[in-house]
């Protein structure tokens, strides 16, 4: 057929040109930038598996830096776990024996039981110590301590550097915080705590407080004490570091208990100071009640002798004592202070004003109000923190005024009065009385000044007492009773109307 023979004549052979090109080129063109695949990355959960909740690859890593930068040379055990991190116990890089080996083939091989004490030698040579670090490493992974964000927030020293739905980024967020923190106690000089190292990322270097036989000091919780006066030394040193972290250091601990202080060398350290916020953050003084609620219940389940709460909170937050000649920054002149000044807790009444101060609304200034609660300032019924310094009474209310936090010195003084009035000459009647009546008529010009705050009623269905509102609604629906009594029907008054259009 004809078709045929034109398919024939057809050259198919590889000496086409497009053939021939592509044959002379072809190992030019690079094919793997179009692979559709190329630009996926393959994760895998090993990425992120962990070891003890707190040891995945990418902590190894910082890890392995840390050792390389010589921070650290020997990386041993698990110390302590907690709800949001681990502590491991570790040895100084920076001051090596010469005995001891300054490579190493991997980091795993770091994880040792080497004796900082020994001479692979045997010889006479005594080698010094060397330094022992913590290193605290947050957990990532699975995270049980969740509420971060309030101990944040408000924080101007971390303003714009809050990450609310990376975790990763909270934590590193929070080591960087516990590291500032301790670094701020420690150049005060005021209060123990371990010496920060280093932090990197979610990994905290600090220093290592052993009780001298390899093992950690141990917490206030496990401390055996050695008497009835060893408890109540540590309970005034624990109210006396409660003021020095607010006053000097500017802190207040947030989570301050027996369990994140430790005794070493006889003396009380704080640790655990990651959530621990300055006294301008908005709840600064929730946190600070907190704190010596929780002191105070462990000290008077341990059988001593307690301050009230109200106050250790004007104790720590006023500025000047009252009858205090030391020196505000030192110790042992503010727990002699604490010994002889503050009157201790009376059983019964003490227990019902530490309950209704446990419950105030504590507010700094006058910019912490809200726009309705300004007429209840007014009217003296809304407590400012500054009414609970003892030095600034003759300027604002007191909180004994508002709340009946009365002394019972107040008490006595009133009793005594009453008995000198009694037990006084008659002769001397009409002159007490004369002053009674002049000191009447001073209490009533200082009543009429706040009965006439007292007195103003405001307007409105929006102030309206809810008694009164239910009374008034009774009201109108007695007032539309009666007269649906005397309203004509529906029906009728329509035949009404309709009469009087057809007349028209």
């Known amino acids: 057929m004809v078709l045929d023979d034109d398919f024939q004549k057809l050259d198919l052979s590889n000496n086409h040109d497009n053939n021939r090109i592509l044959d002379k080129h ?21 990425n992120r598996a ?17 050792t390389s930068r010589g921070i650290i040379s020997d990386f041993n055990g698990c110390i302590s776990t907690g709800k949001e991190a681990n502590v491991y116990h570790a040895f100084a890089g920076d001051t090596i024996s010469p005995f001891e080996p300054k490579t190493h083939d991997s980091f795993e091989n770091l994880v040792n039981t080497y004796d900082p004490y020994s001479n692979p030698n045997n010889n006479d040579t005594i080698l010094e110590p060397r330094k022992e670090y913590a290193i605290k490493i947050y957990k990532t992974s699975i995270l049980v301590f969740k509420d971060r964000e309030r101990y944040v927030d408000g924080e101007y020293r971390f303003r714009n550097s809050r990450s609310q739905h990376n975790p990763r980024k909270m934590i590193k967020i929070w080591a960087e915080k516990e590291f500032r923190n301790l670094k701020r106690i420690y150049q005060s000089k005021v209060i123990p705590v371990p010496k920060p190292i280093e932090v990197k990322n979610n990994v905290l270097v600090m220093e290592f407080l052993n009780r001298g036989d390899g093992f950690a000091s141990p917490r206030l919780k496990d401390y055996p004490y050695k008497d009835h006066n060893d408890i109540v030394h540590y309970y005034h040193t624990m109210i006396v570091y409660i ?105 019964g009444k003490d227990d019902a004003e530490d309950e209704i ?3 105030l609304h504590l507010v ?19 407590d400012l923190l500054k009414s609970l310094i003892a030095h600034d009474n003759e300027k604002n209310f007191s909180a004994s005024e508002q709340y009946n936090f009365e002394d019972n010195t107040l008490s006595n003084d009133d009793d005594d009065n009453e008995d000198d009035i009694s037990n006084s000459d008659p002769d001397n009647s009409d002159s007490d009385d004369s002053d009674s009546d002049s000191d009447d008529n001073d209490d009533d010009d200082k009543v009429d000044v706040f009965e006439d705050k007292k007195d103003k009623v405001l307007k409105g269905k929006k102030y309206e007492d809810k008694e009164e509102k239910k009374q008034r609604k009774q009201e109108a629906k007695e007032s539309k009773r009666e007269k649906r009594k005397t309203k004509v029907k529906k029906h009728i008054k329509k035949k009404l109307v309709n009469k009087t259009k057809s007349k028209k």
């Open 26 to 46: 072809g190992h030019k063109i690079k094919t793997d930038e179009f692979s559709i695949s190329r630009g996926k990355t393959n994760k895998d959960k090993a």
């Open 364 to 382: 700094r200034n006058l910019g912490g109000l809200e726009e309705r609660d300004f007429d209840r300032y007014t009217d003296g019924k809304f």
């Open 243 to 347: 003021r020095l972290l607010y006053q000097v250091c500017r802190l207040v601990h947030a989570d301050l208990s027996e369990y994140n202080t430790l005794v070493h060398k006889n003396k009380l350290y704080v640790i655990d100071v990651s959530q621990s916020v300055e006294p301008e953050h908005p709840m600064s003084l929730d946190f600070l009640r907190m704190d010596i609620k929780n002191i105070n219940n462990y000290f008077e389940r341990m059988g001593v002798a307690i301050f009230a709460e109200r106050i250790i909170f004007q104790f720590t937050i006023s500025e000047t004592l009252d009858n205090f000649n030391g020196n505000y920054s030192n110790e042992d002149d503010l727990r002699m202070y604490v010994k002889n000044n503050l009157p201790l807790k009376v059983p």
């Open 50 to 66: 962990t070891v003890e909740n707190v040891l995945d690859p990418r902590t190894m890593r910082f890890l392995k830096a840390l």
């Open 357 to 359: 101060f446990r419950s």
